[in-house]
């Protein structure tokens, strides 16, 4: 059923301070006759092939990996995909066949990252080894983070170095929408823990850019490099990387600019709103506000965010009342608090992140500033596509 000779190839992961190569992972490849490359991925995928023969196949293919490791740069990690079925099986007392593979090929176990690969496994023995992994000087990696509810006890339980985001999730990510938020709360909470972020599928220059956002700290897909036989010299792509890298800090620089142009703009646009709300003016007696497209509402609250008028929107070419909110107090929101801590003494206009709208389900910002003495703060929401 396996046929082949069984090989490990090694694709890089690009370090995102440098855009040297920093380790690799050994990917399974079964080397045909002819000299041509099959993954090994379809054998591990099909329940027929027998586990005697894949458990058999995989130490392999790590045994190869670690046999050529001298013949990489001494300062890069490999990275071997653990499965928690093979862990399953192991007695308590068993000494671990990696590590025992590990002295057999003078390998510092520094140099080793274990990707704990698959969903399900008994989570204390899956526990109880990755700690053995860990005393022997191996740090920790869990792949496909992000793909099934199961990782977060995985996280707890392993405390892992490295979380390496599940590729799919990655990529419609990338393009936007609410996974774009999942990736990034994943990503902050990587952080919180002191886990560093690998991304992994990364094959448009529109990836790298969403990588770069979430705070990888390494890289690793086509747009660089496919696995192959052997190593990469370790700066070869370290002037793409470069290019790249710029063209994203060029992308953001730009939403910047977007940015400091609109603030300029809410200027004057709080400047006018405060003088129509001090005026006690009617709604009639509000400007068409064509100029400030971005304007999604406004309103005002008294200094403790309790909401004390409508919201006002432009819509349809004419001004809109909503009471739905009146008496509502946001004094909880992050915005709010903000700009109560920086905004209340200097009266100066603040400007809140991005968030999305529970109401309409908008990208948004919150411009707000005190007026009337301290006492009452006007509002405005910003549609933040644009940006």
């Excluded at 490990?8 to 440098?18: K, L, R, V, Y």
């Excluded at 894949?54 to 890069?76: K, V, Y």
Aim: hydrophobic share 45%; aromatic share 10%; proline share 4%.
């Amino acid at each position: 059923m396996i046929d082949g000779q069984p090989l490990a190839c090694f694709q890089p992961f690009i370090d995102t301070a440098t855009g040297r190569i920093a380790g690799v992972e050994a990917l399974g490849r079964l080397q045909q006759a002819a000299g041509q490359l099959a993954s090994v991925g379809p054998l591990f995928a099909d329940p027929r092939t027998p586990a005697i023969a894949l458990r058999r196949l995989d130490r392999q293919i790590r045994d190869n990996a670690l046999s050529r490791l001298h013949e990489a740069p001494s300062d890069w990690f490999l990275s071997l995909n653990i499965s928690p079925r093979w862990i399953n099986r192991l007695r308590p007392d068993q000494e671990l066949p990696s590590l025992k593979q590990l002295r057999k090929h003078n390998v510092d176990p520094q140099r080793i990252v274990f990707e704990i690969t698959e969903l399900g496994g008994d989570i204390q023995r899956l526990a109880d080894v990755v700690a053995r992994y860990r005393e022997a000087g191996a740090r920790i990696a869990i792949d496909d983070f992000g793909a099934g509810y199961s990782q977060l006890d995985r996280v707890l339980a392993l405390q892992p170095d490295i979380l390496k985001l599940d590729m799919r999730l990655f990529q419609a990510a990338a393009l936007g929408g609410p996974s774009s938020d999942v990736v990034k709360a994943l990503a902050q909470m990587a952080e919180k823990t002191g886990c560093w972020i690998i991304a992994e599928g990364v094959e448009t220059e529109a990836q790298l850019s969403f990588a770069l956002e979430c705070g990888s700290r390494y890289v690793q897909g086509f747009l660089f490099a496919r696995a192959q036989a052997d190593f990469f010299a370790a700066d070869a792509f370290v002037e793409r990387f470069a290019q790249l890298r710029h063209r994203y800090v060029q992308q953001k620089l730009a939403e910047r600019g977007r940015l400091m142009i609109m603030r300029q703009q809410l200027s004057e646009l709080m400047t006018l709103l405060q003088t129509w709300a001090q005026a006690h003016a009617p709604l009639s007696a509000l400007p068409q506000l064509d100029a400030f497209p971005w304007l999604l509402r406004f309103y005002q609250c008294d200094r403790h965010g309790t909401q004390l008028t409508p919201n006002l929107e432009w819509r349809n070419n004419a001004w809109e009342s909503d009471d739905r909110y009146l008496g509502h107090n946001w004094s909880w929101r992050p915005y709010f608090y903000h700009l109560l801590a920086e905004g209340w003494d200097e009266r100066r206009l603040t400007l809140s992140s991005t968030y999305r709208d529970a109401t309409s389900n908008q990208y948004c910002l919150t411009a707000g500033q005190f007026f009337d003495n301290g006492e009452r703060l006007l509002l405005i929401d910003i549609d933040a596509a644009g940006l």
